[in-house]
């Protein structure tokens, strides 16, 4: 357990401190209250304020106009827009009405690992990509019970599931010119004929046998169609690649790591601190060739803004060497860019986390949003990272505006402003040999993959993700292709407050914590804001939500049959009514217990999750089930 | 924890002497311990009792349909020496030596041996046994060790230097391939002391993954100081000890000093047969047919160019 007052109250921003404060000390009421207290009133936030935000805001920040469409009651990309808003203007569903939500109908997709993608709504037909296998349904929301259309089977290969790392989950289609195209785990992508399911182009961009693995969306900009690969614990070199959109013809592909030739780095190239900027850096911050298998893979979430006509992308953890065994930052990992998408070249980069140490892959997505400051607006992305801080960043430049930790974080003392680097605390990193504890957060970072939504009535981004710390320690044993070794073992336990998981509403302008509801699990379901102010989400042990979006108050939940890991949608159907669409079926690296049937004995078990999921095999079971909700 | 002290009860040298297990059973039948444990216990009784006697039929009785014998072993398909799909390795031998002395037929369930393996065969119970796996390693309930190897250096015969230790100063102008695995920020034991030295520049990784389309993914390292790629690989034994006798080159294989590193960096591994932690019966079956075909096992492991530290620190159950 965390025990030090210190350590729990040191470097946690003021506003969130409190809450914290109060809610440890009533779970462990040794701790010296004074010490807390007394350190709330004269620390100073870790990061410097920009500007002068919050007093001098005129309005809510708005989702970059050119990256939002107008709603027409459809879900055509897993981020609902290219500015990542996930948010729709259909407002039928209110807090006041909420609690007459009733299920419309059900999809059972007969697989059963974890369901991570969201439902696609394109006019009167839905779309859903499972797990491995990767079936691709269609469902006509015109007839009563949503009957399946088709099914599409891309045969991936069965070998795809023993190489791929923590689960076979698929995070998204997207619907383009009359296709549905996504990736399926063996590392193809395809598109698929949105009428009658068949196969247009089915290009491979992966290859398996190297352990590369395709999970993640595509996002579909100015005719091409944007994929990166997954794999980074098998020395994958990450990569994003542009296919044409109407041939899956192989335009251009820029890797993460590498010489300026293979990284797309040239004239353009404009990194906004000097961590960033120099020749080479994708070879030259690593030791010999490691960056030949340097991971920086390509798993997240893209972002695109039409009016600067750039691309935004997060790249993954470095890997797979040790951190001693790579000396250096080891670019292009743990990162953002900004590229251009005709021809793929790099115009920005930041690394998040530099050298890490922890397994904070830098995937995340990015919201693209214009807001004020300083009495200007500024054209931003907003970022809740791995490493616990929310970035607010000027997307055009790539400098960091503020970086505010969201939850408590005692792996760095901050970000600085100057340089951009985040500060370390060096006795947190991971050493062979030795046992470090309390390491916060753990490898899943305060906040996965699982993506956020922004509302522009609330000026509210609502952050799904845990609250989760780790020890590390060395096994006895371990044993890879015939090969012994000292595995490195992390153990994840729940951080400060005893709650696995939190649903957070965050304060964009003013940086803090408006208000959060704690979960048991860690909350690894996406979420959506509406118009209505009615925000939804799901649990690990079954439930969705819906939630007012301003004040936290939850209106309504429904027992699905297993874990939510999945995104939440809405659309308006033929007749006129606001439906919300979730998948259940609970898998990925946090209920890889459950999917994996892995004994909960094995504490080290998906990395050292299973340690912080011990009880999740209790709450829910397998089973991959659409779930659609209306009034 | 359970698991652990299953464990604690069915290895260690004490075990050897026959009054343990006899207290064992007797201990057991007190207790109203679970059959599995009785038999157990019971089998290593009648081992020692009578060590040529059939004990696969005790095993069967338990593990397996009425009347079927079968050795079902989890390997992997693309993985000399240690095992393929044409049973060609040293891991093949040894599961065609257990099944001939259970007079039981073989099965394989292939699996590459990578993250999860254990979890989707072993546990998965489509097979019962894996033929090689640490002592230590705690997914398994492991036999006594039947043999134990040591990380080597790996360099061409013909090379004008020597290797025998990582504080040998040559290292440090050569170019050195290590295996790399990416669990959770460790990796194979050379890497490690590599970087515990500074030598970080001249190490180059291989991953232990390689590309599974490949024949034997892992050997990768091998050809690359064939080839000259590399001037020295540091690799555990079996895999440097077989491919050595099957380069086109010759190559020179040297254990690495020193054996463990402190705090904790071992080089040297103890290598058992595993079972599921509570098939404890057929691991004492698995034990006592090591014990009595000891000779035949080194043989096997001879015929490989398996490199050796020393015998197990086991007596011969004979």
């Given at each position: 357990?965390?025990?030090?007052?210190?350590?729990?109250?040191?470097?946690?921003?003021?506003?969130?401190?409190t809450?914290?404060?109060?809610?440890?000390?009533?779970?462990?009421?040794?701790?010296?209250?004074?010490?807390?207290?007394?350190?709330?009133?004269?620390?100073?936030?870790?990061?410097?304020?920009?500007?002068?935000?919050?007093?001098?805001?005129?309005?809510l920040?708005?989702?970059?106009?050119?990256?939002?469409?107008?709603?027409?009651?459809?879900?055509?990309m897993?981020?609902?827009?290219?500015?990542?808003?996930?948010?729709?203007?259909?407002?039928?569903?209110?807090?006041?009405?909420?609690?007459?939500l009733?299920?419309?109908?059900?999809f059972?997709?007969?697989?059963?690992?974890?369901?991570?993608?969201?439902?696609?709504?394109?006019?009167?037909?839905?779309?859903?990509?499972?797990?491995f296998?990767?079936y691709?349904?269609?469902l006509?929301?015109?007839?009563?019970?949503a009957?399946?259309?088709?099914?599409?089977?891309?045969?991936?290969?069965?070998?795809?599931?023993?190489?791929a790392?923590?689960?076979?989950?698929?995070?998204?289609?997207?619907?383009?010119?009359?296709?549905?195209?996504?990736?399926?785990?063996d590392g193809?992508?395809?598109?698929?004929?949105?009428?009658?399911?068949?196969?247009?182009w089915?290009?491979?961009?992966?290859?398996?046998n190297?352990?590369?693995?395709?999970?993640?969306?595509?996002?579909?900009?100015?005719?091409k169609?944007?994929?990166?690969?997954?794999?980074?614990?098998?020395?994958?070199?990450?990569?994003l690649?542009?296919?044409?959109a109407?041939?899956?013809?192989?335009?251009?592909?820029?890797?993460?790591?590498?010489?300026?030739?293979?990284?797309?780095?040239?004239?353009?190239?404009?990194?906004?601190?000097?961590?960033?900027?120099?020749?080479?850096?994708?070879?030259?911050?690593?030791?010999g060739?490691a960056?030949?298998?340097?991971?920086?893979?390509?798993?997240g979430?893209l972002?695109?803004?039409?009016?600067?006509?750039?691309?935004?992308?997060?790249?993954?953890n470095?890997?797979?060497?040790?951190?001693?065994?790579r000396?250096?930052?080891?670019?292009?990992?743990?990162?953002?860019?900004?590229?251009?998408?005709?021809?793929?070249?790099?115009?920005?980069?930041?690394?998040?986390?530099?050298?890490?140490?922890?397994?904070?892959?830098?995937?995340?997505?990015?919201?693209?949003?214009?807001?004020?400051?300083?009495?200007?607006t500024?054209?931003?992305?907003?970022?809740?990272?791995?490493n616990?801080?929310?970035?607010?960043?000027?997307?055009?430049?790539?400098?960091?505006?503020?970086?505010?930790?969201?939850?408590?974080?005692?792996?760095?003392?901050?970000?600085?402003?100057?340089t951009?680097?985040?500060?370390?605390?060096?006795?947190?990193?991971?050493?062979?040999?030795?046992?470090?504890?309390?390491?916060?957060?753990?490898s899943?970072?305060?906040?996965?993959?699982?993506?956020?939504?922004?509302?522009?009535?609330?000026?509210?981004?609502?952050?799904?993700?845990?609250?989760?710390?780790?020890?590390?320690e060395?096994?006895?044993?371990?044993?890879?292709?015939?090969t012994?070794y000292?595995?490195?073992?992390s153990?994840?336990?729940?951080?400060?407050?005893?709650?696995?998981?939190?649903?957070?509403a965050w304060?964009?302008?003013?940086r803090?914590?408006?208000?959060?509801?704690?979960?048991?699990?860690?909350?690894?379901?996406?979420?959506?804001?509406?118009?209505?102010?009615?925000?939804?989400?799901g649990?690990m042990d079954?439930?969705?939500?819906?939630?007012?979006?301003?004040?936290?108050?939850?209106?309504?939940s429904?027992?699905?049959?297993?874990?939510?890991?999945?995104?939440?949608?809405?659309?308006?159907g033929?007749?006129g009514?606001?439906?919300?669409?979730?998948?259940?079926?609970?898998?990925?690296w946090?209920?890889?217990?459950?999917?994996?049937?892995?004994?909960?004995?094995d504490?080290?078990?998906a990395?050292?999750?299973?340690?912080?999921?011990?009880?999740?095999?209790?709450?829910?079971?397998?089973?991959?089930?659409?779930?659609?909700?209306?009034? | 924890?359970?698991?652990?002290?299953?464990?604690?009860?069915?290895?260690?040298?004490?075990?050897?002497l026959?009054?343990?297990?006899?207290?064992?059973?007797?201990?057991a039948?007190?207790?109203?311990?679970?059959?599995?444990?009785?038999?157990?216990a019971?089998?290593v009784?009648?081992?020692?009792?009578?060590?040529?006697?059939?004990?696969?039929?005790?095993q069967?009785?338990?593990?397996a349909?009425?009347g079927?014998?079968?050795?079902?072993?989890?390997?992997?398909?693309?993985?000399?020496?240690?095992?393929?799909?044409?049973?060609e390795?040293?891991?093949?031998?040894?599961?065609?030596?257990?099944?001939?002395?259970m007079?039981?037929?073989?099965?394989?369930?292939?699996?590459?041996?990578?993250?999860?393996?254990?979890?989707?065969?072993?546990?998965?119970?489509?097979?019962?046994?894996v033929?090689?796996?640490?002592?230590?390693?705690?997914?398994?309930?492991?036999?006594?060790?039947?043999?134990?190897?040591t990380?080597?250096?790996?360099?061409?015969?013909?090379?004008?230097f020597?290797?025998?230790?990582?504080?040998?100063?040559?290292?440090?102008?050569?170019?050195?391939?290590?295996?790399?695995?990416?669990?959770d920020?460790?990796?194979?034991?050379?890497?490690?002391?590599?970087?515990?030295?500074?030598?970080?520049?001249?190490v180059?990784?291989?991953?232990?993954?390689?590309?599974?389309?490949?024949?034997?993914?892992?050997?990768?390292?091998i050809?690359a100081?064939?080839?000259?790629?590399?001037?020295?690989?540091?690799?555990?034994?079996?895999?440097?000890?077989?491919?050595?006798?099957?380069?086109?080159?010759?190559?020179?294989?040297?254990?690495?000093?020193?054996?463990?590193?402190?705090?904790?960096?071992?080089?040297?591994?103890?290598?058992?047969?595993?079972?599921?932690?509570?098939d404890l019966?057929?691991?004492?079956?698995l034990?006592a047919?090591?014990?009595?075909?000891?000779a035949g096992?080194?043989?096997?492991?001879?015929?490989?160019?398996?490199p050796?530290?020393?015998?197990?620190?086991?007596?011969?159950?004979?």
């Amino acid at each position: 357990m965390l025990a030090s007052p210190k350590l729990l109250c040191g470097t946690f921003s003021a506003p969130a401190r409190t809450s914290r404060c109060a809610r440890l000390l009533a779970l462990a009421a040794v701790i010296a209250t004074a010490g807390c207290l007394k350190e709330k009133s004269d620390d100073k936030p870790v990061t410097a304020a920009v500007s002068s935000a919050a007093s001098s805001a005129t309005g809510l920040p708005t989702i970059a106009a050119a990256a939002t469409t107008a709603d027409d009651g459809q879900w055509l990309m897993p981020q609902k827009d290219y500015a990542n808003s996930r948010y729709s203007s259909l407002a039928q569903i209110t807090p006041d009405n909420a609690k007459n939500l009733k299920l419309a109908f059900t999809f059972s997709t007969g697989v059963l690992r974890g369901h991570e993608a969201p439902p696609l709504v394109v006019g009167s037909t839905m779309y859903i990509v499972t797990p491995f296998p990767n079936y691709l349904y269609a469902l006509d929301l015109t007839k009563p019970g949503a009957p399946m259309k088709w099914r599409y089977d891309p045969r991936a290969d069965m070998s795809s599931q023993g190489v791929a790392c923590c689960d076979v989950v698929n995070r998204g289609a997207v619907y383009f010119d009359n296709k549905i195209i996504y990736n399926t785990l063996d590392g193809h992508t395809v598109a698929v004929d949105a009428n009658d399911g068949h196969e247009v182009w089915n290009t491979k961009v992966g290859n398996i046998n190297l352990g590369e693995s395709m999970t993640m969306a595509p996002l579909v900009a100015k005719g091409k169609v944007f994929v990166g690969n997954s794999g980074g614990e098998f020395g994958v070199r990450g990569w994003l690649t542009a296919l044409d959109a109407g041939s899956g013809k192989i335009a251009w592909r820029a890797y993460s790591t590498g010489p300026d030739t293979d990284v797309l780095i040239g004239s353009r190239f404009k990194p906004f601190y000097a961590q960033d900027q120099g020749k080479d850096l994708g070879v030259k911050s690593w030791p010999g060739d490691a960056w030949r298998t340097g991971g920086g893979t390509v798993w997240g979430w893209l972002a695109y803004d039409p009016e600067l006509d750039l691309l935004y992308y997060g790249t993954g953890n470095p890997g797979p060497w040790n951190p001693e065994q790579r000396p250096g930052d080891n670019k292009f990992s743990s990162g953002i860019f900004a590229r251009d998408p005709d021809d793929g070249q790099a115009v920005w980069y930041y690394q998040w986390s530099f050298h890490d140490m922890f397994d904070y892959d830098g995937i995340n997505e990015q919201t693209l949003l214009d807001m004020q400051m300083g009495g200007k607006t500024r054209k931003v992305l907003v970022r809740a990272e791995r490493n616990g801080y929310v970035y607010v960043m000027d997307r055009t430049s790539g400098e960091v505006l503020s970086a505010t930790p969201f939850g408590f974080v005692n792996t760095s003392t901050g970000v600085d402003l100057k340089t951009g680097r985040l500060m370390y605390a060096m006795d947190k990193a991971p050493q062979m040999g030795k046992v470090v504890r309390d390491v916060c957060p753990s490898s899943p970072g305060m906040k996965d993959w699982q993506p956020s939504a922004y509302s522009p009535r609330t000026g509210l981004l609502y952050l799904p993700h845990q609250n989760l710390c780790m020890d590390h320690e060395a096994v006895e044993a371990s044993y890879i292709a015939g090969t012994p070794y000292v595995g490195m073992i992390s153990k994840f336990f729940a951080g400060p407050g005893g709650k696995r998981g939190v649903y957070q509403a965050w304060d964009v302008v003013n940086r803090k914590e408006k208000w959060s509801i704690q979960e048991e699990f860690p909350v690894w379901s996406g979420t959506l804001a509406t118009a209505g102010d009615v925000v939804f989400y799901g649990t690990m042990d079954g439930w969705f939500k819906a939630v007012d979006a301003r004040n936290g108050t939850v209106l309504w939940s429904f027992k699905t049959g297993s874990g939510i890991i999945g995104q939440p949608i809405t659309y308006r159907g033929p007749d006129g009514k606001q439906y919300v669409a979730i998948e259940s079926g609970v898998g990925g690296w946090s209920g890889a217990i459950v999917a994996g049937n892995i004994d909960p004995r094995d504490s080290t078990a998906a990395l050292g999750f299973v340690n912080a999921m011990k009880d999740l095999p209790k709450a829910s079971t397998k089973g991959g089930m659409l779930y659609v909700f209306t009034l | 924890m359970s698991s652990r002290s299953d464990h604690a009860l069915g290895s260690g040298a004490e075990r050897m002497l026959l009054a343990i297990p006899l207290v064992a059973l007797a201990a057991a039948a007190a207790w109203g311990r679970p059959a599995t444990r009785e038999l157990h216990a019971a089998t290593v009784a009648t081992a020692a009792d009578t060590a040529a006697s059939d004990l696969g039929v005790l095993q069967w009785a338990i593990s397996a349909r009425p009347g079927e014998r079968l050795l079902r072993v989890c390997a992997d398909p693309n993985n000399m020496p240690f095992s393929n799909r044409a049973g060609e390795g040293f891991e093949n031998k040894l599961a065609e030596l257990v099944a001939g002395e259970m007079h039981a037929d073989l099965q394989y369930t292939w699996w590459a041996q990578r993250r999860g393996f254990i979890r989707n065969t072993l546990k998965a119970e489509s097979c019962d046994v894996v033929m090689g796996a640490p002592t230590s390693f705690e997914l398994v309930a492991a036999t006594r060790p039947y043999y134990r190897s040591t990380y080597v250096f790996v360099t061409r015969a013909d090379a004008p230097f020597r290797i025998g230790s990582f504080d040998d100063p040559v290292l440090k102008r050569l170019r050195i391939g290590v295996q790399i695995i990416g669990d959770d920020y460790a990796n194979t034991p050379p890497a490690h002391a590599l970087s515990n030295r500074g030598m970080t520049g001249n190490v180059r990784g291989y991953t232990v993954y390689g590309d599974y389309s490949e024949p034997n993914p892992p050997a990768r390292i091998i050809d690359a100081v064939a080839k000259g790629d590399i001037d020295v690989a540091v690799v555990w034994g079996p895999l440097g000890g077989w491919f050595a006798q099957h380069e086109p080159v010759k190559l020179r294989v040297v254990p690495v000093s020193p054996q463990i590193e402190l705090p904790y960096l071992p080089f040297v591994f103890d290598i058992s047969m595993g079972v599921r932690r509570q098939d404890l019966a057929l691991r004492d079956t698995l034990d006592a047919i090591l014990a009595r075909r000891r000779a035949g096992v080194d043989s096997i492991l001879k015929e490989y160019g398996v490199p050796r530290v020393e015998r197990p620190a086991v007596p011969n159950v004979r």
